[in-house]
């Protein structure tokens, strides 16, 4: 029997059964399991109903970007999450309560779908109990526990503003009040992640000091603008334009008090953190592993388990990284020397395309506009192919958006972020357009087909429509389910026909695998084989062939999120697995679209679960 990693256990116990340790009793013999209490679906309803308001309550912003009724779930629009170590505390304390309560529902006698229901869900709660062993970073409800609770990239102060100016919607006068408490709100959690900051500075806990520069960059230029031409203002301005009931010297009245809050509140906050990150700096190391962190070799295992959905080694995750390279590499050379590219290795020839002017769009404005153009209509080409693949589509509609310039010098190169549980918001597909070398028209069809259809959108958007299986399912953040299915589509795109006729697209498909396989290599060779970030940055450089624009932004990237990355190639090769397999299984019998409703129709969840749910289609299929 295949051993499970934590997650998958989770999950697994009761539908192998195996016997289950509770804290009352046993569970094991089948005399065992018919002498139990039965529960109904309500009575589990109860339980999951009390877990998912506890944990909307400590994410308000999440409430935001779901866009709940807040006679469901309390009024929220002026809030924002509490992320002083207390806070965090808090939340660990009610998601740990949470996922205990959920496990021992499960010594009760339920149905098998009402069973998979709890076991997912404690799934979830463990997930953002975290690390009850490393006591830095933050719980995100997208990549769970994280070490840093400020960095480059990612964290509250990038988070926050970004559902503030894209999420907070103004529909009417309450709506704008509200946004303006918020962002006195704003100012207050600036200082309580500065708390959080010192706190795991005294643990011994620090952010390497290679990530330093950039984290500085973002905190100092936050606050550069005039408070009245600020991002959080002017959006907050757009948004009043559009209220007839309310008068223009009320709407005046608004964009004032949000100026004001910016300029007495935020910006000051905003300065006290960046104070103390630059005295911070001068005691950070340059060692950028988090295994030189004081636990910093459990928490990795940790986010094996929980983001990677492996129960690989990292010396094994190294090897296959090194592996699907190679042979990714061999097969992008044998396009490169079809098409006369022939002298060099593949990294060094694909980085003579990124300098071609035929791939690369002008770096202006209109320039990026073309781009973007370019990129809303792949969509609409490959959602005109999506029936023949697809027998269920997501009816919420993908727009496409430049990442915003205040904080595109830390972003990553392109992210989704899902539409409003009702469907009024649409999902959004992020480009980074900072660096139009590090965007050449060859790369940027994959990157679509990940982030947008039939990538994240058609995932995550049906994931949402899914109605049975509540909210904090509809919401799950699976790393290694959603990026792998991203990556998957990758490839899915491939056979769609997306890069007929296109050689270099198709090589621009293959580097964003190898990119992918390499992050296996460096995420386990930063953290685990200790690496500096210079051996890093060279080999990553080497074996995808990407500008040094994109390759180092990515280095520190992986460096701040310990394990994020290996959810891609390893979620993307058990989707392969699992569709040979059934494929070879069923051979006639095989339709993709049935297949690909198994997998997305049930929520994201564990690779394991999966992978019985495709054995389960599997063998009905066979019975036809």
């Not at 795109?493 to 290599?521: C, K, T």
Request: proline share 4%; glycine share 6%.
């Amino acid at each position: 029997m295949k051993k499970l990693n934590a997650l998958a256990l989770a999950v697994m116990v009761g539908l192998t059964g195996c016997a289950q340790e509770t804290t009352s009793n046993k569970v094991g013999s089948s005399n065992e399991v018919s002498s139990q209490p039965s529960l109904s679906r309500q009575d589990v309803d109860k339980v999951v109903e009390q877990y998912t308001r506890a944990f909307i309550t400590h994410q308000p912003t999440l409430a935001t970007s779901l866009k709940l009724d807040s006679t469901d779930y309390g009024a929220y629009a002026n809030k924002l999450p509490d992320y002083s170590v207390a806070g965090m505390q808090a939340l660990q304390i009610d998601m740990a309560r949470a996922a205990e309560q959920l496990k021992q529902l499960q010594s009760a006698k339920l149905a098998d779908k009402d069973l998979l229901h709890v076991q997912v869900n404690e799934v979830i709660a463990r997930y953002y109990a975290g690390d009850k062993v490393f006591a830095a970073g933050y719980v995100d409800t997208w990549g769970g526990h994280l070490p840093y609770i400020v960095n480059q990239i990612s964290g509250p102060l990038m988070d926050v503003p970004g559902v503030l100016q894209n999420q907070h919607g103004v529909e009417n006068e309450a709506d704008a009040k509200a946004y303006v408490e918020r962002l006195a709100a704003f100012a207050s959690m600036v200082d309580q992640v500065k708390e959080k900051v010192l706190a795991d500075a005294k643990r011994g806990v620090i952010l390497p000091k290679p990530l330093f520069p950039n984290t500085l960059a973002y905190l100092n230029s936050y606050t550069q603008p005039a408070a009245n031409a600020h991002v959080l203002v002017t959006s907050f301005e757009d948004k009043l334009a559009g209220l007839e009931d309310l008068s223009e010297q009320a709407k005046q009245g608004y964009v004032k008090a949000a100026s004001n809050v910016m300029m007495e509140k935020v910006y000051p906050a905003f300065k006290r953190i960046a104070s103390e990150m630059k005295i911070l700096e001068q005691q950070a190391s340059d060692k950028v592993g988090i295994w030189a962190q004081p636990n910093g070799e459990a928490f990795y295992q940790h986010a094996i388990t929980y983001l990677a959905d492996s129960d690989m080694s990292a010396e094994q995750i190294h090897e296959v990284g090194l592996a699907e390279v190679e042979r990714i590499s061999e097969r992008m050379d044998e396009i490169l020397r079809a098409n006369g590219y022939t002298k060099g290795s593949v990294s060094e020839r694909m980085q003579q395309l990124n300098e071609e002017p035929r791939f690369l769009f002008a770096d202006s404005d209109e320039g990026r506009q073309e781009l973007l153009e370019f990129l809303r209509g792949e969509i609409k080409v490959i959602n005109e192919k999506a029936p023949q693949y697809f027998s269920t589509l997501p009816p919420q509609k993908v727009e496409v958006k430049r990442i915003p310039v205040e904080v595109e010098a830390g972003a990553p190169g392109g992210y989704y972020y899902g539409p409003s549980l009702d469907g009024s918001r649409p999902g959004v597909f992020a480009i980074n357009l900072k660096d139009m070398k590090a965007v050449p028209s060859f790369g940027l069809k994959t990157l679509t087909y990940h982030e947008a259809v039939p990538g994240h959108h058609f995932q995550i958007a049906l994931n949402m429509l899914q109605t049975d299986i509540g909210l904090m399912r509809q919401n799950a953040s699976f790393n290694g389910y959603i990026e792998g299915w991203a990556l998957y589509s990758e490839l899915l795109a491939y056979e769609m026909g997306m890069y007929e006729n296109d050689p270099f697209g198709d090589l621009g498909r293959l580097q964003a695998e190898a990119y992918r396989a390499a992050r296996l290599v460096v995420d386990t060779g930063l953290h685990y084989k200790k690496w500096s970030r210079e051996e890093a940055i060279a080999y990553f450089a080497e074996a995808t062939g990407s500008a040094m624009s994109d390759v180092v932004p990515a280095i520190d990237r992986y460096i701040a999120w310990p394990g994020q990355a290996l959810g891609y190639k390893l979620g993307m090769l058990k989707f392969e697995e699992l569709r040979k397999d059934a494929q070879q299984a069923l051979g006639d019998k095989f339709d993709m679209t049935s297949f690909h409703d198994e997998i997305l129709l049930k929520g994201a969840r564990p690779l394991a679960l999966v992978e019985k749910d495709i054995a389960r289609w599997v063998e009905k299929r066979k019975a036809m």
